[in-house]
């Protein structure tokens, strides 16, 4: 039953859901066409206002789980948030804020981001204009609770994800400290990769009559990585990896470490020896964070240096190889770590430098996995030699571009600047009146308009954009004409 019931699912696509047309339109263009199975199970419950526990696992699609169905459900004409969503990460909340803004792009849906080390003003300022959604950080949205700068009077629907990895890094009392400021009235959504008792009891505690969904999509035993172990008993850790990365030669990398000192130590041999890197941790200001974060999603190179603060849930597609430079002190976040790789039906493989005082750990891991990790041979001076030629050709070579996932949703949109704003007392219905009169426009060829203090945003949809855009230059907004340019950002 519950298998004819998921083939019917897998027939009809997301058009099973009566989603309405911007969505259903949205998701057509960014190439997603079969809900995966963790969204067969929850997006169903979602539109039904059911509160739901998800064992899921980055890379099972569980953004668009609940992102699809609360895109559906906001109100547009409300200005207030009615959605908020809880990430242990900045880089995670940034990564749902983009996949929302994908998903909701032709809604018009609002989502400001809430994390920690950005203008807390700035985030005041966005949270002042519609705000369907916010999505942040447990630290400073209570921040902004605690003044008074977050409305939560409409909050209907709250998702907590990476509920464990916000009990790793103690951020459950936070969590609990939020929850006493929104609605009782509300669904919640708890999305977990692994269910630590605190976690439970939490769900126990605030979520009402939860649907429990268990297959986490693709378990991660079932996928192609393969396991292997180095002794570094006799040699010096960072000599190991420069000789291993060599000799596996990986199209793209990332190397774990517990520690941001490591990191850095890593980052810098690399970085001596040619190597085309990038690092990436918790000590870093947050405009670099997001800049390496993006560049590698990008594929702009090859090595990712990181701890497990800066890099968890974070999707990059096609990375060959992870290397635990040492065992994390958490069992499952071996398990978080690999779960960058073997993505999607590619091989990959996983690696970690062992000593012999570690080994019960290692049996431990292999227990957790259900998969063995093999003792490797350490590679002797002729094979690291015999690899270098390749390894250098590698990087010179521009690595392959990745990660443009939304390339066809934004190439029928174009955003354009209007350089006046509040200031010039512009209002959003002003630039809507403008454009409607343009001949063969209408309404709904008008994305998210922004009005700031100087300038002032307007996306266009639907291939319009340049038909806008020189229009613009002749035609009054406000009785006025106004300078009007493609948007640089
Ligand atoms: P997540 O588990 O949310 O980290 O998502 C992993 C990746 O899967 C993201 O890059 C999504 O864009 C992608 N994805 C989500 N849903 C689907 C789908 N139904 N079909 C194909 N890809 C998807």
Redesign the pocket.
């Known amino acids: 039953m519950a298998e004819q019931m998921e083939k019917q699912a897998e027939q009809q696509g ?1 058009a099973q859901y009566g989603l309405e047309d911007s969505i259903y339109r949205a998701l057509q263009l ?7 199975p ?2 067969q199970q929850v997006i169903p419950q979602v539109l039904q206002k059911r509160d739901v526990i998800a064992q ?10 609940y992102a699809i169905p609360l895109c559906q459900l906001v109100d547009w004409e409300e200005n207030k948030p009615q959605v908020m969503i809880l990430t242990p990460t900045r880089e995670l909340a940034m ?1 749902v804020q983009q ?1 929302i803004l994908d998903i909701g792009k032709l809604k018009r849906i609002k989502v400001p981001a809430l994390y920690g080390k950005h203008s807390f003003r700035q985030q005041e300022k966005d949270l002042k204009q519609k705000s369907h959604m916010v999505v942040g950080t447990p630290g400073r949205v209570l921040d902004h609770l605690e003044r008074g700068t977050l409305f939560t009077g409409y909050i209907g629907y709250l998702v907590i994800d990476e509920a464990d990895e916000m009990f790793h890094m103690g951020f459950l009392e936070q969590v609990e400290q939020i929850l006493s400021y929104l609605p009782e009235n509300r669904v919640t959504l708890l999305f977990s990769a692994t269910m630590p008792k605190a976690v439970e009891q939490l769900a126990q505690q605030y979520l009402r009559e939860p649907l429990r969904i268990t297959i986490a ?1 693709e378990p991660i035993s079932s996928r192609r990585i393969s396991h292997g172990w180095y002794c570094c008993d006799d040699t010096d850790r960072i000599d190991l990896l420069l000789d291993l990365l060599k000799v596996h030669n990986p199209d793209s990398c990332i190397i774990f470490a517990n520690m941001r000192a490591e990191v850095e130590d890593i980052y810098d041999a690399l970085w001596d020896d040619g190597f085309s890197c990038a690092r990436l941790h918790g000590g870093m200001e947050q405009w670099e964070r997001t800049e390496v974060m993006r560049d590698f999603k990008k594929g702009l190179f090859r090595y990712l240096v990181a701890t497990d603060v800066a890099a968890r ?1 974070i ?1 990059v ?1 096609t990375i060959s190889l992870v290397v635990n430079y040492e065992l994390p002190p958490e069992r499952e976040t071996y398990i978080h770590r690999i779960g960058r790789t073997g ?2 039906g590619h091989r990959g493989a996983a690696i970690s430098l062992v000593e012999t005082y570690e080994l019960q750990e290692l049996k431990q891991i292999e227990k957790l996995l259900q998969q063995p990790i093999e003792q490797l041979p350490l590679p002797d001076r002729e094979q690291v030699a015999a690899a270098e030629p390749a390894f250098r050709e590698k990087m010179e070579a521009e690595p392959e571009a990745k990660g443009n ?1 939304n390339a066809a949703l934004h190439a029928q949109i174009l955003k354009l600047q209007i350089a006046d704003g509040k200031k010039a007392k512009i209002r959003p219905v002003d630039i809507v009146g403008t454009i409607c009169a343009i001949p063969g426009l209408q309404a709904g060829d008008i994305g998210v308009i922004q009005i700031m203090d100087w300038v002032s945003t307007v996306e266009i949809l639907n291939g319009k954009g340049e038909q806008v855009l020189q229009a613009l230059q002749t035609k009054p907004i406000k009785a006025k004409v106004r300078k009007v340019t493609k948007a640089k950002y």
Request: charged share 20%.
């Open positions: 997301f960014l190439g997603l066409q079969q809900p995966t963790v969204q899921a696992q980055t890379g099972s699609g569980k953004t668009a789980a990564q996949e999509g849930g999707d597609e993505r999607a996932k």
